[in-house]
């Protein structure tokens, strides 16, 4: 990989040129990492519904031409002036968020969220100077979480790469970077279930069935996943749910529904929806005196959460969280190792596999609402 340190790298890419169109697969040009940045090898790298959602340009800011993708596993090619924890080889996982190791977030132990790297979905250039690191026939082409991981080749800031165990399978972690560790820490660091306590989860896709993951591994003796799709019920009784509720087949709230079937209300609940309704009901249904609630998905920007001040003088906790409170560079080597002493499977949440020129299978799977995690090799 030396021989190419310092110099532009010519690789393919899938580009999206326009908002819901295929991707296309584009020899770009990749330039070298600038001040605290590396230039990362991607091997794997998988689809997340946050790169459909911005794909579409449904309700957000269009940004095109723009590389997708922020779910990987790479290798490290080079590294910019000033990076001294990072080498050529090492194995990472790049993250859509990041740690600067500086600000008052990333000193405190209680926050993961970086005043510097925190997530900006609109930027598509790099903080170090504003421009992007993609081009093809000299045009910019923009990046997207500061990842952009759709291409063999991509520049991030050294502060959203993970170094993990370079035993580690990449094909398997690199669903790490991104929604698994969301559901998982939402459950284990902020909803903190006590063994044999009941768990609810809004949600049944792959951040969910994470958060169930969580609540397996906490040894929650009940956990009852909620969900519109009963097709879902199957799969999650993998992950450890145990019952389940549609509240469609219900002609009261659901939160009431929880609160009869577990005598006043679950311990703790997680949000994995980004649904105002199903946020508001994931309060309602914990029990009083002691019930926790965890918000992890995104709502619309004009929802408002409603709910009566009494539910919360109850002594019902309501708790958000960001990338499940994991500090990308400190805690994600972690969750790793957490994977390799098998204490947490992530082959499960593998259901599809496609070649890097099919990637656009991988955008059918997940529009049709097939399957988890579509695992994209960039060698085929």
Known sequence: MSGTQGQVIKCKAAVSWEAGKPLVIEEVEVAPPQKMEVRLKILFTSLCHT??????????????????????GAIVESVGEGVTELQPGDHVLPVFTGECKECRHCKSSESNMCDLLRINTDRGVMIGDG???FSKDGKPIY?????????EYTVVHVGCVAKINPAAPLDKVCVLSCGISTGLGATLNVAKPTKGSTVAVFGLGAVGLAAAEGARISGASRIIGI??????????????????????????????????????????SVECTGNVNAMISAFECVHDGWGVAVLVGVPNKDDAFKTHP???????????????????????????????????????????????????????????????????????
């Open 143 to 151: 990046h997207f979480l500061g990842t952009s991981t759709f291409s």
């Open 227 to 268: 969900d519109l799709n009963p097709n879902r019920f199957e799969q999650a009784k993998k992950f450890g749910v145990t019952e389940f509720v549609n509240p469609k087949d219900h002609d009261k709230p659901v939160q009431e529904v929880l609160a009869e079937m577990t005598d006043g209300g679950v311990d703790r």
């Open 51 to 72: 790169d459909v959602y911005f794909w579409e340009a449904k309700g957000q800011t269009p940004l095109f031409p723009r590389i997708f993708g922020h779910e990987a």
């Open 131 to 133: 421009k992007t690191r």
């Open 310 to 380: 009494v539910n919360v003088l109850n002594e019902r906790t309501l708790k958000g969280t960001f990338f499940g409170n994991y500090k990308p560079r400190s805690d994600i080597p972690g969750v790793v190792e957490k994977y390799m002493n098998k204490e947490l499977e992530l082959e499960k949440f593998v259901t599809h596999r496609v070649g890097f020129s099919e990637i656009n299978k991988a955008f059918e799977y997940m529009m049709k609402g097939e399957g988890l995690r579509c695992i994209i090799s960039m060698d085929n």
